[in-house]
């Protein structure tokens, strides 16, 4: 099957400042900018920004990007998190900037992991090769601390899927994520890195049911997929991401 992946890079919501958090200081590069720069290295397909206000916009329009200005008020607020859902959000950026549907796949990069290495986007399209899969993410190893709030998965790899893009990465199905150690058990438990993609078909189904129970507890909105039984598989990343993006706050906005 043909394959047009778009990435969606979105500007995060919360209080924490996003200038001069990327990699390139020396230009005052805002990390919004820096994330448009880290996808677009990835060479896979289309790549928009979503952002929340002008400002934004006009940063990542003066670098070259092309951004698409989200009214987070018109987003339906279908659960009672306090910003609006991430699902959402993308969902509705996607279907106005492919209202014909001409991206199969979709990305979903926040701004927070401005300085994800390129080669894991390419990369993370392998686990939907698989047209069981409706939605796959990103595990790493567990780190130092990474054992009190920070996003985690079980998962049981798949040992004879090859990444020939990236050799040392790995491919499995997700079986639950959860902030807390007891209640993922004992499987292999890894660290969550909450970068997305969406089969376009399982996004705009999802998109379209309530939360979970587990989700509302949890605060994990990747929940709703596993819980309306469509199959998450996990892409392994041995490297992990650079500690200054282990940042759990608003990544599940």
Not at 213 to 230: H, M
Not at 240 to 250: E, I, L
């Amino acid at each position: 099957m043909e394959r047009n992946p778009l990435i969606v890079v979105s500007s995060r919501l919360d209080d924490v400042k996003s200038d001069n958090r990327g990699s390139n200081p020396a230009q005052n590069a805002p990390s919004i900018v820096t994330a448009w720069h880290r996808a677009k290295e990835a060479d896979v397909g289309c790549t928009i920004v979503d952002c929340h206000d002008e400002a934004i916009a006009e940063a990542v329009q003066d670098a070259g990007a092309y951004s698409v200005i989200s009214d987070l008020s018109e987003i339906p607020r279908t659960h009672n998190y306090k910003p609006p859902s991430g699902l959402a959000r993308v969902a509705q950026t996607v279907t106005k900037f492919d209202r014909f549907c001409n991206h199969d796949l979709i990305i979903h990069m926040p701004e927070h992991y401005c300085e994800i290495d390129p080669k894991y986007l390419r990369a993370l399209m392998y686990p939907l090769s698989s047209t069981d899969v409706g939605m796959a993410t990103l595990a790493a190893p567990l780190g130092t601390g990474t054992e009190d709030d920070l996003p985690k998965i079980s998962v049981v790899w798949n040992e004879d899927r090859k990444v020939y893009v990236m050799p040392e990465a790995k491919v499995g199905t997700i079986t639950n994520f959860s902030r807390r150690l007891s209640v993922l058990g004992a499987a292999d438990i890894y660290q969550h890195i909450p970068v997305y993609i969406y089969r376009r078909s399982a996004l705009d189904r999802i998109v379209r049911v309530p939360p979970s129970e587990r989700e509302l507890n949890e605060n994990i909105e990747a929940l709703r997929v596993l819980d309306y039984g469509l199959r998450v598989d996990a892409l392994f990343v041995p490297e992990g991401v650079p500690s200054s993006m282990n940042d759990s706050r608003a990544i599940y906005d």
